[in-house]
């Protein structure tokens, strides 16, 4: 019988396989729907507002009704929004889904790495996270790949990997169902607003590039490949843009949070360089090679350097130091893929991805200047 942890980890993997499941369908959903690259970014946006009620307004739900209420809701929010797709696919319908998963993400996310602490034990707090962090890399990337594996047999709405999802999902419900909860339950404020303590906003501007990064290869780069006849592939990109980043982690977390965020920052804009070059000219190699680069950013460096400065900055309000970091990284995951899908309905996607890179090199340039003087001005003791 796997221990308890391991039984936690399977569970967050599942909730996240889900929010990505249909992102090699995109195009398709389009289609259906006589919709272009602005309305897809649009439906893709509805999970950061599912997410974002739950960051900003329901920080104390764990501690009033327990942790393990919380992953089992997420799981079950992740099987409704699976199953509304498998029984009504069309762009209207993943506006909602991608709703249901935002919930779902943001009820587990609030609870997953103190509940996991909890489950290993006391000083487990750097294990715990890590296996979070581990554990919800490779869900939100293997969602896609299982999708783009079933596509490359043959073109499906209702691909196999959708109903794999649902039957490992209830699995997971199952053992989740048999997990202790270990903290007892208490009367806490419902409202925890995001906080920034001093230095703490650069790097949230830094996981903001990041993610609007990974936004645009989710959301708007199958449209794009399949101006090529690689649409069905576009899932492994999501898959190398996110899940890839787990084999930088052990270096991210060997240097200090300032240099592992820079390094970051220096390789975000040629991996994108790279990818939107691949996207543009039909070359998938380097579409799958700048987004593993891109990952290495995105889910290594500035990941995991970002989210342990703002820690150490934060102090003992960790919870809202780390709230107003996904804030803004949910904020990037979103804003620039949507204004970005205008311009490719407007422009086409040549200049689409022109004008979204000329904004990225411009902001990991600022940024990084501003990183630069805000760690001479305040030097964190610690490494990531």
Known sequence: MPSNPALLAFALCLITLAVN?????YITYADLSGQGATA?????????????PVLLALGGLADRIGRRPLILAALLLSMLATLLMLLAPSLQTLG???????????????????????????????????????????GFGLGAALTSLFLLRGPSLTPGSFHLQLALAAVALALVWRLPDPRPTQRSAMLRLPGYPTGSVVYGLAILLA???VGLVIALLPGILRQHGLSAWSGFSTFCVISCGLLFQP?????????????GLGILPCSYALLA???DRGQLGAVLLGAVAA??????????????????????EKTRGSAGF??????????????????????GPRVALLAFGGVLVLGCAAVALALVLSARASPLAQSC
Do not use: H
């Open 211 to 213: 993610w609007a990064c």
């Open 295 to 316: 990952s290495s950013a995105c889910y290594g460096f500035i990941y995991l350097g970002g989210l342990a400065a703002v820690s150490q900055l934060a102090g003992s």
């Open 96 to 138: 909602m889904a991608r709703l249901c998963l935002g919930l779902g993400t943001g009820l587990a996310s609030a609870t997953a790495t103190a509940y996991m602490g909890e489950l290993m034990g006391a000083d487990s707090s750097a294990r715990a996270a890590n296996w979070v962090t581990a554990s919800t890399s490779l």
């Open 326 to 347: 996904f804030l803004l990284a949910y904020l990037g995951f979103s804003v620039p893929v949507i204004f970005t899908g205008v311009l490719s309905d407007q422009l």
């Open 251 to 263: 270096l991210a977390r060997r240097m200090a949070c300032a240099k592992a965020t820079l390094l």
């Open 21 to 25: 499941l249909q992102a090699p369908l």
């Open 40 to 52: 897809t970014a649009v439906a893709f946006s509805g999970y950061v507002l599912g997410v974002l």
């Open 277 to 279: 070059w691949g996207a």
